[in-house]
């Protein structure tokens, strides 16, 4: 892909033994899913396995219900109940602290809480 520093991966991974053909499947497959963001992360993710590279801000509607579920529909900040619809998923580990979205970085808030939060 153009654009990677294909010289700075190298001195970083240059080292380490991998599968050639597992990483092809896997670079082809991540390359085919819609949920990825950056597909130019694809290639740092399959050499580090660290998920940021893949730019996943977004949960899935699997991940949300499990959280809603999870939290029996009460908003993690408010202590109210609202209905799935009325709430959003936010990362318990922030993203830009290195969290991760995963089903057990979310929680639900809702809309309200999840503003305000977002706001400081």
């Given amino acids: 892909m153009k654009g990677l520093d294909w010289g700075a991966m190298y001195d970083e991974f240059h080292e380490n033994t991998y599968d050639t053909f597992a990483l092809e499947k896997q670079t082809h497959d991540l390359m085919e899913d819609d949920e990825i963001m950056k597909k130019a992360g694809i290639y740092r993710y399959v050499l580090s396995g660290d998920l940021r590279y893949l730019s996943f801000r977004t949960f899935d509607k699997k991940q949300?219900?499990?959280?809603?579920?999870?939290?029996?529909?009460?908003?993690?900040?408010?202590?109210?109940?609202?209905?799935?619809?009325?709430?959003?998923?936010?990362?318990?580990?922030?993203?830009?602290?290195?969290?991760?979205?995963?089903?057990?970085?979310?929680?639900?808030?809702?809309?309200?809480?999840?503003?305000?939060k977002g706001a400081k």
């Avoid at 202590?79 to 619809?85: I, M, R, S």
Wanted: hydrophobic share 25%; charged share 30%; glycine share 6%.
């Fill in 64 to 116: 949300k219900r499990e959280a809603y579920e999870r939290q029996k529909g009460i908003c993690v900040h408010c202590q109210k109940h609202f209905e799935l619809e009325e709430m959003e998923a936010d990362h318990i580990t922030p993203w830009k602290e290195g969290g991760t979205t995963v089903a057990d970085n979310c929680q639900m808030l809702c809309r309200s809480c999840n503003r305000i």
